[in-house]
């Protein structure tokens, strides 16, 4: 098939064959630069499968100008329509009048996201089982990547035991926590880690040989395995190395699911990023898997992607939503006042000894707790913000510089080159820090199989709310639950294939997307901007209300409109239900505690 990559006032032709992917440059000569026949393009992975050179990497470049696919018929991919459409004065993309569509593809199981636990999921599959791994944007780019600290688990039985991690759990949940939930936590949890590393994850070890735990707030002894600091991104690793073995297991990247249905399988449409390329997806069951809600505050530690479209599409669907407004607030995010991006500076630099120092430059948590710098999250971000309060400044540092400086480089090479980025050496000098959002706690409500109540969809990861962290995350027990329950969710799909309980694949009723209206910029800023007023750290229950007011606005703005679908309008759609959501429960929560005042009170 023929591929045109338009650039300036010229364009080329390539053409390659399927099979053995071989280039042509066929010829060059000048085009109309103001009217164009053209179509977009196939996806980036399946372009990469056929053309072995680098014209196909120009497809997907937005700076080398606009590119398409010739208006044929593709095999595997069904018939590609085509509308003339103006090309942009700077290049780019274009933008199509009319959306194209392809087939409708049937799998078994379709599984959103693909972090720890969508990938951990996906490696427990039946290999007799068709499985779809939806990747947002690049596989890697996930929440999974940025954690930094570890993983807690009892591998070590000897000077360790699970009834201590269970309890350092409840106190750091307020004992809020499903029992059942933690007590299956943290007794599957060393046998996962185990297959884990087996699958070629590598965490650091002693000069002995044995694994190297660390110490992190909230444990009561040293219990977390880590690669360096950069633990989620060597388990992201490990993974999708390996998931891209299973011949059973296809993964699109660059793909967003705009919508989620279901009569007796689900359906799902799936956007490709940069193109108006929209690919129908018929599974018998589907894992959520999208990660947390941080791109709902102005400061975060999340990724670009964790804009809560898991929880938004489960709660359309009718799933129950539990506990959303339970949020974690990191208490030593960098304090970069340049921008809103935020990087993490792990649990693990208090747990190695890093002072919290406030606009003095004087240690101040032993005012507050006994625990000091090694209290739990939420505890710690309470009291910076009462010092803060107490000093009239929002100057907050860490400091770990009278640590020998080689032992700083090593275990936090990560953490030591991104603050030299910003100016500072943590060897040397305290590092600013400031509390930003970090995790939810809240989500879809699943059951200890990972079910949630719409039966054949299945939610594990931070989109999920399976009881195990209570009001607060105990410091590394994220990815540990992503591997149990992902795992759990993958047992009980086998289950149900092998006792063939499974509903039979049928394709859905997928109308067309001609709307050609984009929807006005500005949205998702203004939510952050909302959630930033009323509730960080601790809620605004009058910005609260106000904040539902604005929210239902915008709700009933976007509603009232025939947008085109794509990723800016799927997010900011999602942004505005999650909102909704953290707020009303904030609210229902605090007019639950004054009723119960009055009670108290006749």
């Known amino acids: ?124 599959m039946d290999p007799s089982l068709k499985v779809l791994v939806i990747a947002k944007r690049e596989p890697d780019l996930t929440n999974t990547s940025l954690a930094q600290g570890g993983i807690a688990a009892v591998l070590d039985t000897v000077n360790d035991n699970q009834e201590d991690h269970i309890r350092d759990t409840m106190i750091a949940g307020g004992y809020e926590n499903n029992p059942d939930a933690v007590r299956l936590l943290v007794s599957r949890g060393p046998a996962d880690v185990r297959e884990l590393m087996e699958l070629g994850a590598v965490f650091d070890r002693n000069p002995d040989g044995s694994l190297n735990y660390t110490l992190e707030g909230g444990h009561c002894r040293p219990r977390i395995v880590h690669h360096k600091d950069s633990t989620g991104s060597e388990v992201q690793r490990a993974l999708l190395a390996y998931v891209r073995t299973l011949p059973n297991v296809t993964i699109w990247e660059d793909s967003l699911v705009a919508l989620l249905k279901k009569d007796t399988c689900f359906h799902l449409d799936v956007i490709q990023e940069h193109t108006d390329l929209i690919r129908h997806v018929n599974a018998r069951v589907c894992l959520l898997a999208t990660g947390g809600i941080g791109r709902v505050y102005e400061y975060t530690t999340n990724s670009k992607i964790a804009t809560g479209d898991g929880i938004a599409f489960a709660y359309r669907l009718g799933a129950r939503i539990k506990n959303l407004h339970y949020i974690q607030f990191h208490p030593t995010g960098f304090a970069n006042k340049k921008d809103r991006e935020t990087f993490l500076i792990s649990e693990s630099v208090r747990g190695e000894g890093g002072y919290l120092l406030n606009a003095e430059k004087k240690r101040f948590m032993q005012n507050y707790d006994p625990r000091q710098e090694l209290a739990p999250r939420d505890v710690v971000s309470h009291f910076e913000m009462v010092e803060t309060k107490r000093q009239n400044s929002n100057d907050l540092w860490l400091d770990i510089s009278y640590k020998p400086a080689d032992f700083s480089r090593q275990r936090f090479p990560m953490i030591y080159q991104k603050c030299l980025q910003y100016g500072y050496d943590m060897t040397k000098e305290p590092i600013p820090i400031y509390p930003c959002q970090h995790y939810l706690m809240g989500g879809i409500d699943v059951d200890l199989w990972a079910r949630t109540t719409v039966e054949g969809l299945y939610a594990a990861g931070e989109c999920s709310h399976t009881g195990v962290h209570g009001n607060n995350r105990l410091a590394s027990n994220s990815l540990l639950e992503a591997l149990v329950f992902s795992h759990r969710a993958a047992e009980d799909i086998n289950r149900l294939a092998k006792e063939g309980k499974l509903p039979e694949p049928c394709n859905g009723d997928f109308p067309e997307d001609n709307y050609t209206d984009r929807l006005p910029g500005g949205i998702r800023t203004e939510v952050r901007a909302i959630m930033q007023r009323s509730f960080f750290v601790a809620p605004n229950v009058e910005e609260c209300r106000k904040g539902l007011v604005r929210l239902d606005e915008l709700r009933r703005f976007m509603e009232s409109g025939k947008w085109h679908m794509d990723f800016h309008c799927v997010e900011s759609r999602s942004l505005v239900t999650v909102a909704d959501l953290i707020l009303r429960g904030v609210v229902q929560q605090e007019e639950a505690k004054e009723k119960k005042q009055e009670e108290a009170n006749q």
């Open 1 to 124: 098939y023929g591929i045109m990559i338009a650039k300036g006032n010229y364009y080329r032709s390539h053409f390659a064959t399927k099979k053995q992917g071989q280039y042509f440059a066929q010829r060059r000569k000048p085009v109309e630069p103001q009217r164009m026949l053209m179509v977009s393009g196939l996806p980036k992975q399946d372009f990469y499968r056929s053309l072995r050179n680098k014209a196909a990497s120009m497809l997907f470049d937005r700076k080398a100008g606009s590119s398409s696919i010739c208006p044929k018929q593709v095999p595997r991919f069904g018939y590609l329509t085509h509308k003339k459409c103006r090309l942009p004065p700077q290049g780019g993309i274009l933008q199509m009048e009319k959306r194209i569509v392809t087939v409708q593809y049937n799998y078994d199981v379709a599984i959103v996201g693909s972090g720890v636990a969508g990938l951990f999921g996906a490696c427990h």
